[in-house]
């Protein structure tokens, strides 16, 4: 056999530099800008991308006691047949029939009302429950006024108070005070979640009745359910 | 054929095949990734997201309740 002579290998050189710049050529600009075919795509029609996300259903008790401290009725500017009613939204204290020993924080402007704030991510329906104003006083007194343990919730939009953001979406169950009786009241059936209008309060009304004493301590349970 | 290239030449032409290789591949090898004519393909134009929100575990009508206290001291009538 000859051996392959150097015209031959110079042309086989040749050969490779050609198919060396062309590669790189296309290499360069894109199969597909050259030769204008489809290299390549993807077989399904859409892509899809999921997020689930989970229902969070939860408020929090931004202030969860109303104290009305310690007091005492003020019997030379009320009458044994009047009770004297104190709530948790006055500004001044009720000089007309009760005085303060202390209050909540030695200022009777610290009575605050429950204030309440929509935590998760869903609207709820509201309840309260607490128990009478027969068994939150026990002693119901002497006196012939209208012993009374009241409830009233506002929002920034309604309510005896209307202070805050607009966190009822819908109308609030009452704007009027409403004794409580030891079952699940209605208070707001669409409580907001979006931060800007995500809270409301719910003030406490007591009428002290002539011959009343002790310390009351009572219970108030805020119960949410999840609204579609 | 009677002539033949003298071995310089080939030797010429492969040391110019080694540089050109070596400097495609190096030209190649800098640019950044690209992807051409994702356009022009005619594939796909709409992607689809879809949410789906669960209810939260366990819930089905009372979700929770939150609990405060009513408090005062009567003390006796002045």
């Known amino acids: 056999m000859d051996e392959i002579s150097n015209k031959t290998l110079a042309t086989l050189l040749v050969v490779a530099i050609v198919i060396s710049l062309t590669g790189t050529f296309f290499a360069m600009r894109g199969v597909s800008q050259v030769t204008n075919i489809v290299s390549g795509h993807a077989v399904g029609g859409q892509g899809t991308a999921q997020v689930n996300i989970s229902q969070v259903v939860e408020i929090s008790l931004v202030n969860d006691a109303v104290n009305f401290g310690t007091g005492s009725r003020n019997g030379s500017v009320v009458n044994s047949d009047t009770e004297c009613n104190i709530t948790s939204n006055q500004t001044t204290a009720p000089t007309n029939c009760w005085q303060y020993t202390s209050a909540g924080n030695d200022n009777f402007d610290a009575v605050q009302p429950f204030h309440l704030e929509n935590i998760g991510n869903t609207f709820v329906n509201l309840t309260i429950n607490s128990t009478n104003y027969s068994n939150y006083f026990g002693d119901l007194g002497t006196g012939t006024g209208t012993p009374r343990y009241m409830w009233t919730p506002s929002d920034g939009n309604e309510g005896t108070f209307t202070q805050g953001e607009n966190g009822c979406t819908a109308s609030l169950s009452t704007t009027a005070w409403t004794n409580f009786d030891e079952t699940e009241q209605n208070v707001c059936p669409r409580f907001n979640f979006e931060n800007a209008n995500d809270e409301m309060f719910v003030d406490i009304l007591l009428g002290i009745n002539h011959g009343m004493e002790g310390v009351k301590n009572e219970n108030v349970v805020f119960f949410i359910y999840r609204v579609d | ?78």
């Open chain 2, 1 to 78: 054929m009677d002539y033949d290239i003298s071995k310089r030449t080939v030797m010429v032409l492969l040391v110019l095949t080694l540089v050109v290789s070596i400097i495609g591949t190096w030209t190649i090898l800098s640019q950044p990734t690209t992807i051409y004519r994702t356009i022009e393909m005619g594939g796909p134009s709409a992607g689809e997201v879809s949410v789906s929100i669960s209810p939260a575990e366990g819930v089905e009508d009372l979700a929770s309740e939150s609990e405060g206290i009513v408090s005062i001291d009567i003390q006796k009538e002045v």
